[in-house]
């Protein structure tokens, strides 16, 4: 599976991106997604996951309450809708796929994800 993500900027505090990371290489509908963090200095972090059944988990209230993960199997696309970003946010988003069939709880986990994209960056300043 061949990931790229797209859709990272500079954006002021309060405002929104839309992360998109296109896959190929596999059939789409058949693999989990999901979304990583890191920002320097810090180890890369779980943000979002959706399942093949387009079930979603975050990572925590406060990125499910700003954050929304969605996908598009028609387009081979997953998306990342962030609003209300604050500085915090500020980090290289990574997209992540698998062909395993995930159960919740191992969403957020690292190595439950075979395939990576290259990142891209968010940055959230003004």
């Known amino acids: 599976v061949q990931l790229q993500a797209s859709g990272g900027g500079l954006v002021q505090p309060g405002g929104s991106l839309r992360l998109s990371c296109a896959a190929s290489g596999r059939t789409f509908s058949s693999i989990d997604m999901g979304w990583f963090r890191q920002a320097p200095g810090n180890e890369r972090e779980f943000v979002a996951g959706i399942r093949r059944n387009r079930g979603a988990t975050y990572n925590g209230d406060l990125m499910k309450r700003r954050f929304t993960i969605s996908r598009d199997n028609a387009k081979n696309t997953v998306y990342l809708q962030m609003n209300n970003l604050i500085p915090e946010d500020t980090a290289v988003y990574y997209c992540?796929?698998?062909?395993?069939?995930?159960?919740?709880?191992?969403?957020?986990?690292?190595?439950?994800?075979?395939?990576w994209g290259q990142g891209t960056q968010v940055t959230v300043s003004s």
């Open positions: 992540a796929a698998t062909t395993g069939n995930l159960i919740t709880s191992s969403m957020s986990r690292i190595g439950a994800y075979e395939y």
